[in-house]
């Protein structure tokens, strides 16, 4: 959690599992403060699954938080990863790679994609205005890093609200269901959540992993990963900075 000086307050939430039967999960998540204010998440799936794609995904992840952490922007550390990975491995691995970033400097919240899976945002002020239902999906073509030697982020920018949230994923989570002809719309399921009253992005993200682990009958069929950042209006003056970790060994 992090407490931005415009009265907002940043919630970062992460659920995730492994693919079922197989002895680690591929993807890798750190969050890390940005030098000029403000925090980064960094998720990664590194390609196939199991001990070979964690490797990957955290190579990923360690190249692209060192680099924000020494005040890289986004496109160009995530532009670096790539580079990284592509040099490391002869681009012959390929890994996704997304970014968001709530960005003091800017007082937006930064969304960059290398990913084929969307991200989607929702705002309640934007229901009839900018979208019907309040959600908007960033969807725009992009690629894995590691593999062809122009790749380059799909990045988006958002003016910090309160109401905002935005839900990263990887892939085990966006087909989830997919096997039995089940698959869910994460963006319908959070709409409902959220008309509940309770905009937690805690409970979203355990809630909506849950499912999508229910769909694949209770086995994974790929590593699954959930992001959910929430921009909530309930900062107080001088109120504690948190982070909890639940961690099964």
Request: with cysteine.
């Amino acid at each position: 959690m992090v407490v931005v000086p415009i009265g907002l307050q940043v919630i970062v939430a992460v659920a995730k599992v492994g693919k079922y039967a197989t002895s680690e999960s591929g993807d890798s998540v750190e969050v890390v403060e940005r030098p000029h204010g403000g925090l980064s998440v960094v998720v990664a799936d590194g390609q196939r699954s199991g001990k070979g794609a964690k490797s990957i995904s955290n190579v990923v992840v360690r190249k692209a938080v060192a680099l924000l952490a020494d005040g890289v922007r986004d496109g160009a550390a995530a532009r670096a990863a790539h580079d990284y990975l592509r040099t490391l491995r002869g681009g012959q691995v390929s890994a996704t790679l997304n970014l968001a970033s709530v960005d003091l400097d800017s007082r937006t919240l930064v969304l960059s994609r290398n990913s084929h899976c969307p991200v989607l945002v929702y705002n309640p002020a934007w229901i009839g205005h900018i979208s019907p239902d309040g959600w908007q999906v960033l969807s725009d073509p992009s690629e894995a890093i590691g593999i062809h030697a122009r790749t380059k982020p799909v990045i988006s920018e958002l003016t910090l609200e309160a109401g905002l949230t935005a839900l990263i994923f990887t892939d085990g989570v966006w087909t989830a269901g997919e096997r039995t002809g089940q698959r869910f719309s994460l963006a319908a399921r959070t709409s409902q959540l959220l008309a509940e009253g309770d905009d937690s992005p805690q409970r979203l993200a355990d809630t909506l992993l849950h499912e999508a682990i229910a769909l694949d009958q209770g086995r994974p069929a790929d590593d699954m990963t959930l992001v959910v950042l929430g921009i909530r209006g309930r900062a107080q003056p001088g109120q504690v900075r948190r982070m909890t970790v639940d961690f099964p060994v």
